[in-house]
């Protein structure tokens, strides 16, 4: 089974140090460093692109864990490559061709993710499940940090966990992970967490410490 890993979202750090609050998370005890980038379009709010990932890269040798939410995303999947992404996550409703999306991510050599908004069935995923590293349950809908955990969606990590077998895929949750939601995302399947709030909660290094060892001890318990 996959280790569990805690993905700080830079979307909930202090925008005007990027690279000090990056290095500060990793030393902090992150494992991935979670990238949200938003276009205004698919989601209705506008985060930051390819050059701030790029400006970040020689800051941590971290895994760079990039979630888009843009459409289209194919125009801008090199340069998210370039920029030092490890794995690019794409929307499923972001487009109308998945499996193209998710060949370019592949050809480009990243892992390849996938995710769905909380509305979106599991199914879409039935004929891409070989082609992924990665499945993303979105549990708030997209757009913002801070949200409310839906619950709903712990039956939905279950059903992917099911889906995915015995395949050697991440199964990722992001949006209202906190301390108190964690175990049970994880007791669910889940292994790869992103937060953002209550990582970068308290704006210290000291805190970022204490918040991702929270966490920790709540998805291992
Ligand atoms: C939501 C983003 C999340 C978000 C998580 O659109 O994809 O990564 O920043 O933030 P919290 O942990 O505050 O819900
Ligand atoms: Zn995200």
Request: proline share 6%.
């Amino acid at each position: 089974t996959l280790p569990i890993r805690i993905a700080p979202s830079i979307l909930a750090a202090d925008f005007s140090k990027l690279g000090q609050e990056v290095r500060d998370v990793v030393e902090a005890g992150a494992d991935w460093v979670h990238l949200d980038v938003m276009d205004g379009h698919f989601v209705p709010n506008i985060s930051f692109g390819p050059d701030v990932i790029k400006a970040l890269r020689p800051h941590t040798t971290a895994f760079f864990d990039c979630h888009l939410m843009i459409a289209p995303a194919d125009p801008y999947l090199e340069a998210f490559a370039k920029a030092g992404c490890d794995s690019i996550t794409v929307h499923a409703e972001a487009g109308p061709h998945l499996h193209r999306s998710l060949q370019t991510i592949r050809a480009l050599g990243k892992k390849v993710g996938v995710t769905l908004n909380p509305a979106t069935p599991l199914s879409v995923l039935e004929n891409v499940l070989d082609d992924i590293d990665l499945i993303l349950i979105m549990s708030v809908n997209p757009g913002f940090g801070g949200q409310k955990f839906i619950p709903a969606m712990v039956e939905k990590i279950r059903a992917a966990k099911a889906m995915i077998g015995a395949r050697p895929i991440e199964l990722q949750v992001d949006g209202g992970i906190t301390a108190d939601t964690i175990g049970a995302a994880t007791a669910a399947g889940a292994n790869v967490f992103v937060a953002g709030s209550a990582v970068y909660k308290g704006g210290s290094i000291e805190a970022y410490r204490a918040n991702v060892a929270a966490l920790r001890t709540a998805a291992e318990s």
